[in-house]
């Protein structure tokens, strides 16, 4: 089975900031990586998928990147609305598997 | 849009069964796959297997022996059944929509928490 890693688990920081957070697979994936943001009591909201694809009404300063075992999803300037739960899930092959998550919080 | 809504009983015993049904609204079960994800308190994400509006099924195996996803299209549902379960089991339960080109997850319920206690 495909493991994936995320980090860092958490992270504080200001609204405006540049945010990066990381998501490694336990072997190469090509582009079969998505992310997500979660937040309590909602849905899972699909930010981004094959990799870089924003899904449609996500804005723009939310962006993906990498291939093979390494991903990267940047929040630029960040805003009240984006403290959230941040998760990466590799589609490659089944068992689909996500990452452990990384909690974006207000410094 | 699409809209999906989980419902089913909350509170399970164990050795029990937990059965789960999700209802898709403003759209069609055909064309797709309709998956089931699970989070235990504290926890991340686990993907439980999903459905083709077919029929057709992949589990994950961590679970295989003791789920089944079914699908009833006259009434635009799906459904998942987890037998003898425990309380390892207790977890907000989602159901979901695959995307169109890929095991990539695009609408979501907001999900119901299954709790397994006697």
């Known amino acids: 089975d495909i493991q994936v890693t995320q980090s860092p688990s958490s992270l504080a920081a200001s609204v405006g900031d540049r945010v990066t957070i990381t998501c490694r697979a336990s072997q190469s994936i090509s582009r079969y990586l998505n992310w997500y943001q979660h937040k309590p009591g909602q849905a899972p909201k699909l930010l981004i998928y094959a990799a870089s694809t924003l899904q449609g009404g996500v804005p723009s300063r939310f962006s993906g990147s990498g291939s093979g075992t390494d991903f990267i999803l940047t929040i630029t300037s960040l805003q009240p609305e984006d403290f959230a739960i941040y998760y990466c899930?590799?589609?490659?092959?089944?068992?689909?598997?996500f990452g452990g998550g990384t909690r974006v919080e207000i410094k | 849009q699409v809209q999906l809504q989980e419902s089913g009983p909350v509170l399970v015993k164990p050795s029990e069964t937990l059965s789960l049904t999700c209802t898709v609204s403003n759209g069609s079960l055909s064309g797709t796959h309709w998956s089931w994800f699970r989070q235990p308190p504290g926890k991340g994400l686990e993907w439980i297997g999903y459905?083709?509006?077919?029929?057709?099924?992949n589990y994950n195996p961590s679970l295989k022996s003791r789920v089944t996803i079914s699908v009833d299209t006259s009434r635009n549902q799906f459904s998942l059944s987890l037998t003898s379960v425990s309380a390892a089991d207790t977890a907000v339960y989602y159901c979901?929509?695959?995307?169109?080109?890929?095991?990539?997850?695009?609408?979501w319920g907001q999900g119901t928490l299954g709790t397994v206690s006697s």
């Open positions: 899930q590799q589609s490659y092959t089944t068992p689909l598997a």
């Open positions: 979901a929509r695959r995307g169109h080109y890929d095991n990539y997850f695009d609408y």
């Open positions: 459905i083709y509006f077919t029929g057709s099924t």
